[in-house]
């Protein structure tokens, strides 16, 4: 079975790119320079930034749906991101090199399954939990620090 991974669309993070800090800051939201790479994985691009790249630091709603999951977590995104990563049967950078928690779930939202499995090793654990004919989607999560990093679905 092949799946495609999306990350997050650069749009509705745009107009806070050109805020100060302290705007940024009247929201929640952090400014910071990456300074060393691996450690600041964005969720637009599905990269790590490189050391002197610009990030924001925000709260993010990644399960919106008005279930007992519904949930949000601190993310991080890339001030030069302007494409969205998106696609099938390829694990990106950011994830393949960490551990990872994936959430199944079903067309109403709620949760199906779930494993944790290192990125190096997630192909065959993606495409048993998609297998499920209930699971709509899949969530990626960042299991150490649990921040959302993408959305997984059947492509």
Known sequence: MTFRIRGLAPQPFQPLFALTDEALAEQGIRRC???VSPGYPDRIELRDAEPGESLLLLNYTHQPADTPYRASH????????????????????????????????????????ADVVHGRAVEPVIERLLENPRVQYLQAHYAKPGCYAARIDRA
């Open 33 to 35: 320079i990456a300074d």
């Open 74 to 113: 601190a993310i991080f995104v890339l001030e030069s991101a302007t494409q969205a990563f998106d696609q099938e049967g390829e694990i990106p950078p950011a994830l393949r090199r960490r551990l990872l928690s994936l959430r199944a779930f079903d067309a109403t939202h709620l949760l199906v399954d």
